[in-house]
């Protein structure tokens, strides 16, 4: 994927950049790679702090 330089920096990204494309649901967004990484443990800590828990929703379409 080629991305125009000045978006990129005008994101805040230097050239060399490791990025991630993340998906949230119709859209995605674009994080500095590391920066993604220690954003999801932090979520992931603080779900495990809480005892959070998503149900599992079964899938029709799945294959088994």
Known sequence: LEL???AIE???FTPGTEL???GKGARFEIWSR???HAQR???RARVRE???TL???P???AVS
């Open 34 to 36: 590391a920066e993604w």
């Open 55 to 57: 149900p599992v929703v």
């Open 41 to 43: 443990s932090a979520v």
């Open 4 to 6: 125009i330089v000045e």
């Open 50 to 52: 809480r005892g959070l």
């Open 59 to 61: 899938n029709p379409g």
């Open 10 to 12: 005008k994101a805040g």
């Open 20 to 22: 991630a494309f993340v």
